[in-house]
């Protein structure tokens, strides 16, 4: 069952360099359509500036489409009312990259953890202070840690409470958008495993949003890559992950020292924000850095089209 599933979403900005410059379009996210099952998790993953935390942002209504249909629980998240859209927040949470500016620093561990319980849910004083102990527990803090505030906290220490945060109101989907990425590497691997440990307990339905693909491999079941905010190959099954064949894809993977043992996947070229200009969008929007383009790349825009069981590209010569 689909938990939730993007139509061609798109989401273009207007820009203008000065003033009296002309207005021109910028496209962040373009046709994009992805689904989730639930108790899975879908990894989306590309160069920064590629567009995934703005998709996130979309996804989770921080932000609205330009077009195509964004569904949870096969309901369109813009037509929802107030009610409708405060029962979607509660269903879906968001983990922020930077722990730390995602925390009031005037607030205690217990007050980040009593605010949601408080917007979303209607408890008893001693029903909010039991649960506040269940949530710290979950994620390994202790309960002491209750009355420290963030800048008490070491990085690992403050994602978990971020976690906690996003798990108080038990949430069936967490948006994760780049949750390791500011981590020392022993405590990426913690963490990782505390969210692993998390989806497998409470059957939780995760978007990881990285350029780590070790993260991603290790924890998605599924494995979306993304360029110049459009999808450019999609598996659904991770265990196809060797059979990834994308020019870019390929162009990620032989950038990463040591891809054969899977470590160090790590990656981070930034896409130059000016080149996602309207007017540069008719081929294939990798065609100007692939080694393999010919005439029709660049004059033709590839579909996304299977080429095998859970395997789709969007490449016309990997079609072929």
């Known amino acids: ?98 722990c730390y500016s995602s925390v009031n620093p005037r607030y205690t561990a217990e007050k980040v953890l009593l605010e949601p319980l408080r917007n979303f849910l209607q408890l008893t004083a001693d029903e909010e202070k039991e649960r506040v102990q269940e949530l710290l527990e979950l994620v390994d803090l202790h309960r002491e840690d209750k009355h420290k505030f963030s800048h008490q906290f070491s990085g690992g220490q403050l994602q978990r409470l971020c976690i906690a945060r996003a798990l108080a109101v038990m ?53 979306a890559v993304m360029y110049r905010g459009t999808i450019v190959e999609i598996i659904e099954d991770i265990h196809i992950f060797d059979q990834l064949k994308h020019p870019y894809t390929k162009m990620i993977l032989d950038s990463v020292p040591s891809y054969a043992s899977r470590k160090n996947h790590f990656f981070t070229q930034t896409v130059d924000r000016n080149s996602y200009a309207e007017d540069e969008m008719k081929g294939c929007v990798f065609a100007h850095r692939c080694d393999t383009s010919s005439k029709k790349c660049h004059e033709e825009k590839p579909e996304l089209k299977a080429v095998s069981l859970n395997h789709s590209i969007a490449c016309h010569s990997c079609i072929q």
């Open 1 to 98: 069952m689909h938990l939730l599933s993007l139509e061609n979403v798109s989401k273009t900005y207007h820009t203008r360099k000065y003033l009296w410059s002309p207005v021109k379009k910028k496209k962040a996210v373009a046709d994009v359509s992805l689904k989730l099952e639930m108790g899975k998790c879908l990894g989306l993953v590309g160069e920064s500036g590629c567009g995934k935390s703005t998709l996130a942002r979309l996804i989770t209504g921080l932000e609205v489409p330009s077009s195509g249909e964004i569904k949870f629980k096969n309901t369109n998240i813009a037509e929802l009312q107030k009610k409708g859209r405060l029962d979607v927040r509660k269903d879906m949470q968001l983990v922020f990259q930077d």
């Open 171 to 223: 949430p069936k989907m967490i948006v994760l958008d780049e949750p390791t990425s500011s981590l020392d590497v022993s405590i990426q691997a913690q963490i990782l495993n505390l969210l692993a440990d998390l989806k497998e307990q409470f059957q939780l339905s995760y978007l990881l949003i990285s350029h780590d693909l070790e993260a991603v491999y290790y924890l998605a079941d599924a494995l």
